[in-house]
C-alpha cells in the first residue's frame, strides 16, 4: 500500500478494512451450475478456492444455489449455445441487489446481456466491478457456421465486447499472455491482469512406467473439450488412423457438443479399436487421465485450455496444436508437444514418436506434472485474482 501523509491519516482507517480484511465476492455468470461448460468449472473452482482462502463468494447465475437466475430464450441463438453446455440467464434488478448486498465487489464473467445488467446494478449500488475474459470471438465464430468466413469478423467481436462491457471496466482477468495481446491489440485500455485459470489439487500425477518397461497395449490416448469445429477433434482421429501403432491406441475424448454423432461415426470408421466420446463428469476426470498414456489437444481456438493443465498435473505428456489462435501451445516444455494446426500426418509422427519412446514418455510426464504443480495451481491463481480485486476496491 502506498505511504499517506500525516494528514491523510483518515484515509488510511477507513481504505485499509477493504484492502486487508477477508472479501465479499459476487461471481456473476450465464450458466454458473453446468460442469460441463469449461468457464463454469473454472469459476466454481475460484468459489471454492476462495472460500478456502477465507473470503465470503456469492455465486449468481443459473443453477447458483443462493442466488439462481430463471433462463432467458433467444430464438436460434439459445439453442446454438445449449450444445455448447451454455444457457443464456435473464437478467433480474431484484436479484442483483440481493446478491450484491454488503459486497466488496462484482465479478462478471461473460459480455451477454446478464453480466451487462449485472455490471450496472453493481455500479449504481457504488459496488467496484470487475471482469473476466473468457469467450474468445473466435469460439463465437466457430459455431455461427459460415460466419467465420466473414471478413473482420472477430475484430467485430472484440469490439463489440468492448461496447457491451469491457470498455467500462478498469481491470480484467485475462488468462494467458496471448489474450491479453488481442486485447491490447484490439483497443482494451483496462488494466490486465494475466491469471492462470489453474487445476485442482484433485488432479495428482499417475505412477509413471518403470524404465525399460515397453510401452502398454492398448496404449491411451485422451483428449477433453466441447465437440465443435473450432476443437479440431477430427484431425485426432485421422492421425491415430495413420499411425505405425494404430491398432494399438485405444482413443477417449471428454466432452459434449454439436459434432458427436459425426465424431462418433468417423471414428467407427477409421479407427482399430472402439473409441469412447462423450460426457464424462468432472469429478470423474482425474482417475481417468490418470489411467491414460497421452494426452493429445488438437484445438484451433483456445483462451487457455484447463483441460491440458489439468491433462499434465495428472502426469501425462501434452501433444499440442501449434496455433496462432490457441495459447495451449504455451505449456509445451519440448518439440515433440507441438505439431502444426490441423496436420493430422505430423499428429501421427508424434504420436508414434512416444509410443517408440517410452522411457522418455515416463521422464516427461513427472516433468510436467512438476512443472504444473508450480505454476497453475488454483491456489496461486486465486491469491493472485484477490490481488487484482483489492486493487479495484482501492481504486474506488
Not at 491411451?220 to 473439450?225: E, P
Not at 454439436?258 to 462423450?278: D, E, N, V
Request: aromatic content about 8%.
Amino acid at each position: 500500500m502506498r505511504e499517506h501523509q500525516e494528514d491523510d491519516d483518515t484515509a488510511v482507517e477507513t481504505e485499509q478494512p477493504g484492502l486487508d480484511r477477508p472479501l465479499t465476492i459476487a461471481l456473476v455468470m450465464d450458466t454458473i451450475g453446468n460442469k460441463g461448460n469449461g468457464t463454469s468449472n473454472s469459476a466454481l473452482q475460484y468459489a471454492h478456492e476462495l472460500e478456502r482462502q477465507g473470503h465470503h463468494v456469492r455465486l449468481v447465475g443459473i443453477g447458483a444455489p443462493e442466488y439462481p437466475a430463471r433462463v432467458s430464450r433467444v430464438p436460434l441463438v439459445s439453442w446454438v449455445a445449449a450444445k455448447q453446455q451454455m444457457q443464456f440467464a435473464e437478467p433480474s434488478e431484484t436479484l442483483f441487489r440481493t446478491a450484491f448486498r454488503g459486497a466488496d465487489a462484482v465479478h462478471i464473467y461473460l459480455p451477454f446481456r446478464f453480466g451487462r445488467h449485472a455490471a450496472h446494478a453493481a455500479r449504481a449500488m457504488g459496488i467496484p466491478v470487475t471482469a473476466g475474459f473468457h469467450l474468445q470471438p473466435e469460439n463465437v465464430t466457430y459455431s455461427a457456421g459460415p460466419l467465420k468466413y466473414v471478413p473482420g469478423i472477430s475484430g467485430f467481436l472484440y469490439w463489440l465486447f468492448k461496447m457491451w462491457l469491457y470498455g467500462g471496466i478498469g481491470h480484467i482477468h485475462a488468462p494467458t499472455e496471448m489474450i491479453a495481446g488481442q486485447l491490447r491489440a484490439h483497443g482494451y485500455q483496462a488494466k490486465l491482469h494475466v491469471i492462470s485459470n489453474g487445476y485442482t489439487a484433485r488432479f495428482t500425477p499417475k505412477t509413471q512406467r518403470a524404465v525399460g518397461e515397453p510401452a502398454p497395449v492398448p496404449f491411451r490416448i485422451v483428449a477433453s473439450g466441447r465437440l465443435t469445429h473450432e476443437k479440431d477433434h477430427i484431425t485426432l482421429i485421422k492421425a491415430i488412423a495413420r499411425c505405425r501403432h494404430a491398432k494399438d491406441i485405444e482413443l477417449t475424448i471428454c466432452g459434449t457438443g454439436p459434432l458427436q454423432r459425426y465424431l462418433r461415426f468417423r471414428a467407427k470408421m477409421l479407427l482399430s479399436r472402439p473409441a469412447s466420446i462423450g460426457f464424462h463428469r468432472n469429478a470423474d476426470m482425474p482417475a481417468l487421465l490418470r489411467s491414460c498414456d497421452l494426452f493429445v489437444h488438437p484445438s484451433i481456438v483456445d483462451i487457455e485450455s484447463l483441460s491440458v493443465i489439468e491433462g499434465m498435473a495428472s502426469g501425462l505428456v501434452p501433444v499440442i496444436a501449434s496455433s496462432e489462435l490457441s495459447a495451449a501451445g504455451q505449456f509445451a516444455l519440448l518439440d515433440e508437444s507441438l505439431f502444426p494446426v490441423r496436420d493430422a500426418a505430423a499428429l501421427a509422427q508424434r504420436i508414434d514418436w512416444w509410443i517408440d519412446h517410452p522411457a522418455e514418455l515416463a521422464e516427461w510426464g513427472a516433468r510436467y506434472a512438476e512443472h504444473t504443480k508450480e505454476h497453475y495451481s488454483v491456489e496461486t491463481s486465486v491469491a493472485k485474482f484477490v490481488d487484482m480485486e483489492r486493487e479495484a476496491i482501492a481504486d474506488g
